[in-house]
């Protein structure tokens, strides 16, 4: 765990935010709790969650009480919001196209 702690600084001295992609059951638990936690305690001040089978981001923000969602987007959502507000994210294209 120490180890993890270390990277989780690094990750947020190196980039301000940090991004996960989650398959399966057992990692979308893990990515809402441990890690979340991890990262929030590593000062990781924006947490986005990839959810490839939901075809879904997450972003969240630190807060002193813990993370603060900021919403839940799909294919066709353009949102913008922190770090990124000054560019429309197209959710869609951040999955495979749909056969």
Not at 57 to 73: K, M, N, Q, S, V
Request: no cysteine; glycine share 10%.
């Amino acid at each position: 765990m120490k180890r993890m702690g270390e990277a989780a600084r690094k990750l947020a001295t190196w980039s301000g935010w940090t991004r996960r992609l989650v398959a399966g059951h057992r990692n979308r638990r893990r990515d809402r709790g441990p890690k979340a936690d991890l990262y929030l305690r590593a000062g990781v001040p924006h947490y986005w969650i990839v959810d490839p089978d939901e075809r879904t981001l997450e972003a969240f923000a630190a807060e002193p009480a813990g993370w603060l969602r900021i919403g839940a987007w799909s294919d066709g959502d353009e949102p913008r919001f922190p770090p990124f507000e000054a560019i429309a994210l197209d959710v869609g294209r951040l999955f495979l196209p749909l056969d």
